[in-house]
Nanobody, 128 residues
Framework: QVQLVESGGGLVQAGGSLRLSCGASGRTFSTYALGWFRQAPGKEREFVAAITWNGGKMDYADFVKGRFTISRDNAKNAMYLQMNSLKPEDTAVYYC?????????????????????WGQGTQVTVSS
């Protein structure tokens, strides 16, 4: 059974930082791309960042470029999202997901259908 578990969310003031983690089991972690999405109250889930199987290529949503960094440690079956300069509009539930293969085309990386397993999410709240 494939499982993804997010952690590291919480309450932080605007301008602060958080580091999210995503642990996985039930699949050969190192051979799949991974992604982060988020869903704010009353809004649809949206793409945040993605990383290829070996960390060789990362994609970011425009609204997080320069602030968020995605990374992975295949030896630990873990993925991370370092979030700096947080804004109140970053408040959302953050989800990690497995890609359907080792990499995802850049024109498909923002589409939920490019991912097949999802975690339950971790809440990030940024106060002003």
């Amino acid at each position: 059974q494939v499982q993804l578990v997010e952690s590291g969310g919480g309450l932080v003031q605007a301008g602060g930082s958080l580091r999210l983690s995503c642990g996985a089991s039930g699949r050969t972690f190192s051979t799949y791309a991974l992604g982060w999405f988020r869903q704010a109250p009353g809004k649809e889930r949206e793409f945040v960042a993605a990383i290829t199987w070996n960390g060789g290529k990362m994609d970011y949503a425009d609204f997080v470029k320069g602030r968020f960094t995605i990374s992975r440690d295949n030896a630990k079956n873990a993925m991370y999202l370092q979030m700096n300069s947080l804004k109140p509009e970053d408040t959302a539930v953050y989800y990690c997901a497995f890609g359907r293969g080792p990499f995802i085309r850049s024109d498909l990386v923002t589409i939920e259908g490019s991912y097949d397993y999802w975690g339950q999410g971790t809440q990030v709240t940024v106060s002003s």
